[in-house]
């Protein structure tokens, strides 16, 4: 009697022990996926406000002062890419996590995050996402996290047009995506 309670009593610590664990890996996996989301959608406000700007305004960049030989080292540069630009828009992107959703795959159980608020007015099918205040602000919170600790790395990636920008940032360089190499390109 005495060696089945003591064995009882030694499954359940067992299954307890394993139960945490379980939750402890599932909030690992969630947290990763909300900095991948708001990588992945940080890239994407980024590139939409990027292309907003008429590609012929320039800034003339480089130094006004005037060399011995009466030349000055000035170079123009699209405004768009320009580094003033660029550390103006980090300020204000991650505001723009309110017009995403979060959506669950049915089949990995991995979330990826959507945008829910149309840029150009039509409707969009929002069946599949959550939307939730608690879902937008983790969002935002974790990209204004990822912006302000790889400020100088999103400069470099948006400074000239570059070609998967989500994947060589969110993946590559800053390792916030384990498994966005597995997504497909239009998903966040």
């Known amino acids: 009697m005495r060696s089945a309670h003591l064995v009882l009593c030694v499954l ?5 022990l394993l139960w945490l664990l379980g939750t402890i890996a599932e909030g690992a996996r969630q947290g990763q996926d909300i900095k ?3 990588c992945r959608a940080l890239v994407d406000e980024m590139e939409w406000a990027i292309s907003k700007v008429d590609p012929k305004k320039t800034i003339q960049t480089g130094s006004f002062r005037i ?3 009466g030349s000055q080292s000035i170079r123009e540069i699209p405004l768009a890419r320009s580094e003033g630009h660029l550390l103006d828009l980090i300020e204000d992107v991650c505001e723009r996590m309110k017009d ?3 959506h669950v ?3 990995s159980s991995r979330k990826t995050y959507i945008r829910v608020a149309s840029r150009n007015g039509e409707p969009m099918d929002l069946s599949e996402a959550k939307l939730d205040s608690t879902v937008t602000s983790s969002l935002k919170f974790a990209c204004e996290t990822i912006a302000e600790q790889n400020e100088d790395e999103i400069i470099e990636f948006f400074s000239t047009e570059t070609d998967n920008v989500k994947d060589k940032l969110c993946s590559k360089r800053t390792d916030l995506c384990d498994h966005a190499l597995k997504m497909h390109h239009d998903e966040l």
Not at 12 to 16: E, H, Q, S, W
């Open 67 to 69: 060399n011995p030989d």
């Open 12 to 16: 359940a610590r067992t299954y307890l």
């Open 100 to 102: 995403y959703g979060e």
């Open 36 to 38: 991948c989301g708001a």
């Open 105 to 107: 795959d049915p089949n």
